[in-house]
């Protein structure tokens, strides 16, 4: 499993970008990258995928350059409401078991 | 959109009770894990089970603990002799396949709380 490096928290103000960079010296060549977001006392909730280039959803937009030792995750203008936990993962799962290994993950804090 | 959901949302226990949660998966998953979280930590793997089989344990995961599919669609963790400090959050997920693309799946939690 991939040791995933990301700040332990930053700072935003609402209507900004946000990018949260994830360091993964180590990811192997079938690892996929993974961001949650987490909410005080909610489960961690998918936000989006990647395994190569660029990947681009309603929520957020994942860059990975080509050498994917590491990933950034893009928050287009952010609100209040995306205070939040944000955790990458890589190599998603460990064997065939697929348990998830969290770290702390970057917080967050969106102000007015 | 199908989603894990999970009961109670809350559970108060005294110590020594037996507690059991519970987990409604998504329909066409195959693959069920516990995590939990305790309080200002990070979440945390217990168990995952596929094919009416626990495939994994964490260290966590002692003989107190078990998980259940007794039908169909239902997923359960048992604790038998709770203890203080397993109080937390308790999530359960599910996948849909094996393929390394294949994302899991978050419930809402359930906060259970030993006095």
């Known amino acids: 499993l991939a040791k995933t490096t990301q700040p332990i928290s930053m700072d935003s103000y609402e209507g900004q970008e946000v990018n949260i960079t994830c360091s993964h010296n180590n990811i192997a060549t079938n690892d996929y990258i993974t961001w949650y977001q987490q909410f005080p006392s909610q489960g961690p909730r998918f936000i989006i995928q990647?395994?190569?280039t660029k990947v681009t959803n309603e929520v957020a937009s994942l860059f990975i350059p080509a050498d994917r030792k590491s990933s950034t995750l893009s928050l287009p203008r952010v609100s209040l409401s995306d205070t939040a936990v944000y955790y990458c993962l890589v190599g998603l799962y460990s064997g065939n078991t697929g348990k998830l290994i969290f770290g702390q993950g970057t917080t967050l804090q969106v102000k007015p | 959109e199908p989603e894990v959901t999970q009961t109670p949302s809350h559970q108060v226990t005294q110590m020594g009770q037996e507690v059991i949660l519970r987990c409604v998966p998504i329909?066409?998953?195959?693959?069920f894990y516990w995590y939990r979280q305790i309080l200002g930590q990070k979440v945390e793997f217990l168990v995952s089970f596929y094919n009416n089989e626990i495939s994994e344990k964490s260290e966590i995961f002692d003989d107190q603990f078990s998980v259940e599919r007794p039908d169909g669609s239902n997923f359960t963790l048992k604790i038998r002799s709770t203890k203080l400090e397993d109080s937390a959050m308790y999530f359960c997920?599910?996948?849909?396949?094996?393929?390394?693309?294949?994302?899991?799946?978050f419930g809402p939690g359930t906060r259970l709380t030993v006095l």
């Open positions: 990647g395994y190569k």
């Open positions: 997920a599910s996948r849909k396949s094996d393929w390394a693309g294949d994302t899991q799946y």
């Open positions: 329909s066409n998953h195959l693959y």
